[in-house]
């Protein structure tokens, strides 16, 4: 039987009913944006997050009929916490993308302990501050997959998988617990703590849903996209380009050589866990790629659509040594430079809409080449080929930079959502419709291959990025 995936994203929620295949039987989505009431405030509402995905799910069950199991994906760190007897959120929750906690984090730091304004661990103590310590007793905190299983179990089930607990900011390095160290810095009791449970294995049904069917898979976006694009071997990876952009690598049973980041900017991440077990990998995060286009299209107005983008850029054979680093909001992996900013260089009276489309995706597209450069050297392992999913996987002029500025085969996943096929892997796998990773590895089916057709000039892309770099100092002085 198939698979109900429930994919509560940054900016849309979506149901999916995913055939044994790995083909998709039903989908359906709604937009659900978060709310900015302050500039660096991100705020969301728990209920309409959760209401949506069960109005969606009963759609595509209706449509598709029984499944044989639940997988829960979701936006990562963002921060819900609530009251256990009336299963009320005490307030708006906290988005990933907040920054209202930087103070204390760099208080934190000052202390020896790091922990990103992106984390949920700030975002925690900020939320149970806003309730009177006597009733702290009752609440539980939870990333939104936490969130989501409560409500499908109808408060029975509180918990997280290690993908999404690994990134919170409160557990150990290993991943063996909670840190005790940063809990208490932060004011944060034990008991609102979700128990970490295996990404794929059979939980408690959802009750909420017709059929009742069990919650048998959660995981995080990004290790949910691992899963997806068959990237369960050593030296598999995978980029997912959307409004940011998240390079993954599956690296096995050894944890990455450094406990926090490394020096190329790479983060450790648990990629999976079953039967207590944690795969490891290495994660590059590019902090805007799909938002370059947007500027395009809605700032600039020099193209109608996204997928415009694509044949703007096709107009011309290359950039006419037109050149653009999109650093909006400063740059990742590997620099990690909170005051750079976006910078447009080369022009000459001849450029034209085509080159200054072309150079936007080309200088996504070797951002992309950064991540792959900077993961291969934190993780010490040979990256052959890259698989892409995300929104900007469907622009044929961006794959193809993508191929040139890695010079690596580039594969492409057969829906853009691959984060909905990892989630379906996990839960699958828990109730026997997949019977192991093997399985998964070999259910990869992508849309095409494309392969480098030239070699884009990477000392001269370089070059560029240090003319992006320190442009706001008092913020590339910051490091998180």
């Known amino acids: 039987m198939s698979i109900l995936v429930i994919d509560i994203g940054t900016s849309g929620v979506r149901a999916v009913v995913v055939r044994p295949d790995a083909t998709v039987a039903a989908a359906a989505y ?11 405030l991100v705020e969301f509402d728990p209920r309409v997050l959760s209401d949506t995905a069960l109005e969606l799910a009963g759609r595509v069950l209706a449509e598709a009929g029984p499944v044989e199991a639940v997988g829960i994906t ?34 934190l730091q000052a202390q020896g302990i790091r922990v990103s304004p992106n984390a949920s661990a700030t975002k925690v103590a900020h939320l149970l501050s806003q309730v009177p310590r006597d009733g702290w007793d009752r609440l539980a905190f939870g990333t939104v ?49 979700p128990d970490v449970v295996d990404s794929t294995g059979v939980l408690d049904v959802a009750s909420a849903l017709p059929g009742a069917p069990p919650i048998a898979g959660i995981a995080g976006d990004q290790q949910a996209s691992l899963i997806g694009q068959g990237c369960v071997r050593r030296g598999k990876a995978k980029i997912t380009f959307g409004t940011g952009a998240m390079l993954d690598a599956c690296l096995g049973d050894e944890h990455p050589p450094f406990d926090y980041r490394g020096a190329q900017g790479c983060f450790p ?17 590019m902090l805007a790629a799909g938002t370059n286009v947007e500027w395009l299209r809605d700032d600039l107005g020099i193209i109608a659509t996204a997928a ?10 290359t950039t006419d040594d037109v ?16 005051g750079a900013r976006g910078t447009l260089l080369g022009l000459t009276r001849g450029s034209g809409r085509p080159q200054v489309v072309r150079a936007v995706l080309e200088g996504v ?52 959502e691959a984060t909905t096929l990892g989630a379906a892997f996990h839960a699958g796998l828990a109730v026997g419709t997949w019977a192991g990773f093997d399985d998964v590895a070999a259910a990869w089916r992508p849309s095409r291959i494309v392969t480098p057709a030239r070699a884009l000039d990477r000392d001269r892309w370089r070059a560029a990025v240090e003319r992006a770099r320190a442009w706001l100092p008092e913020l590339s002085a910051l490091d998180f």
């Open 308 to 317: 415009e983008s694509d044949e703007v850029a096709a107009a011309c054979e």
């Open 365 to 416: 597209a070797h951002r992309g080449a950064d991540l792959v450069d900077a993961a291969e050297a934190d993780a010490g392992v040979a990256l052959e080929t890259v698989r892409l999913d995300g929104g900007m996987s469907t622009n044929p002029t961006f794959v193809q930079a993508v191929a040139d500025a890695t010079q690596r085969p580039v594969e492409v996943a057969p829906i853009p």
């Open 145 to 193: 997959d936490s969130w989501m299983a409560w409500v499908l179990s109808e408060g029975r089930l509180h918990v997280t998988d290690a993908t999404n607990a690994g990134v919170t900011g409160l557990r150990l390095a290993d991943g063996s617990g909670w840190s005790e160290r940063v809990l208490s810095a932060l004011d944060i009791p034990a008991s609102v703590l």
């Open 323 to 338: 050149w653009y680093v999109p650093a909006p909001l400063g740059l990742g992996a590997p620099y990690w430079d909170f």
């Open 269 to 285: 991440i648990a990629a999976w866990q079953a039967h207590g077990k944690v795969v490891w990998g290495v994660e590059a995060i």
């Open 30 to 40: 709604r937009q659900t944006l978060p709310s900015t009431p302050f500039p660096g």
């Open 74 to 107: 979701n936006q990562r760190t963002s921060t819900v916490v609530w009251d256990r007897a009336t299963g009320d959120p005490v307030g708006p929750g906290i988005g990933w993308q907040d920054l209202r906690t930087i103070g204390e984090c760099l208080t």
